[in-house]
């Protein structure tokens, strides 16, 4: 069974860092594109980054590039996105998914608050 | 950047109805990279469909998709008290990817 655990989520003030972390289980972590997706307070789904199987390849949306970074350590089974220059409309729940052909697979998500 | 318009945006239907839930988008899918995802309060989305019409592992054969290139439907053939929920589709064949508003599907 796929499970993925993200962390690291908390409230940081505007211009603050925050690194995310999410714990893959159940398959075979580096056969996978991995990505994060965010969903503010009661809106809809937003794609944020992906990275291929040995982190070689990423890519960010428009809103995100050049401040957030996504990274992997197949070793340990972990994906992360570092978060620097946040801002209030960072704020949302992240969720990192398992990508491939056959549709993404979610974890439970991790909460982000930009806020003074 | 494809745009996907799902709708309506809020379906009430009875317990045993059918409902049609609908997802455009302004070009086409590439390989019609397609799914759905349903999503309950304060839970992560779950996928149901993926491909346009493939279910995945594990959903009811009461949920199916359909469709190709720009038009995309997902029929849920009798209501469970559980499929009461949010429904977002999206597009994962091109960068960056992209997803629907969502349908509230809500009890009657």
């Known amino acids: 069974e796929v499970q993925l655990v993200e962390s690291g989520g908390g409230v940081v003030q505007p211009g603050g860092s925050l690194r995310l972390s999410c714990a893959a289980s159940?398959?075979?972590?580096?056969?996978?594109?991995m990505h994060w997706v965010r969903q503010d307070p009661g809106k809809g789904l937003v794609w944020v980054s992906r990275?291929?199987?040995?982190?070689?390849?990423?890519d960010y949306a428009d809103s995100v590039k050049g401040r957030f970074t996504i990274s992997r350590d197949n070793a340990k089974n972990t994906l992360y996105l570092q978060m620097n220059s946040l801002r209030a409309e960072d704020t949302a729940v992240y969720y990192c998914?398992?990508?491939?052909?056959?549709?993404?697979?979610w974890g439970q998500g991790t909460l982000v608050t930009v806020s003074s | 950047e494809i745009v996907l318009t799902q709708s309506p945006g809020t379906l009430s239907l009875s317990p045993g109805e059918r409902a049609t839930l609908s997802c455009r988008a302004s070009?086409?899918?590439?390989?019609?990279?397609l799914a759905w995802f349903q999503q309950r309060p304060g839970q992560a989305p779950r996928l149901l469909i993926y491909?346009?019409?493939n279910r995945a592992t594990g959903i009811p054969d009461r949920f199916s998709g359909s469709g190709s290139g720009t038009d995309f439907t997902l029929s849920i053939s009798r209501l469970e008290p559980e499929d009461f929920a949010v429904y977002h589709c999206?597009?994962?064949?091109?960068?960056?990817?992209?997803f629907g508003q969502g349908t509230k599907l809500e009890i009657k």
């Open positions: 999206q597009q994962y064949g091109s960068i960056p990817y992209t």
């Open positions: 070009q086409s899918v590439n390989s019609n990279y």
């Open positions: 990275t291929d199987e040995n982190g070689r390849t990423t």
């Open positions: 159940g398959f075979t972590f580096s056969s996978y594109w």
């Open positions: 491909g346009a019409s």
């Open positions: 998914a398992r990508g491939g052909t056959t549709g993404f697979q």
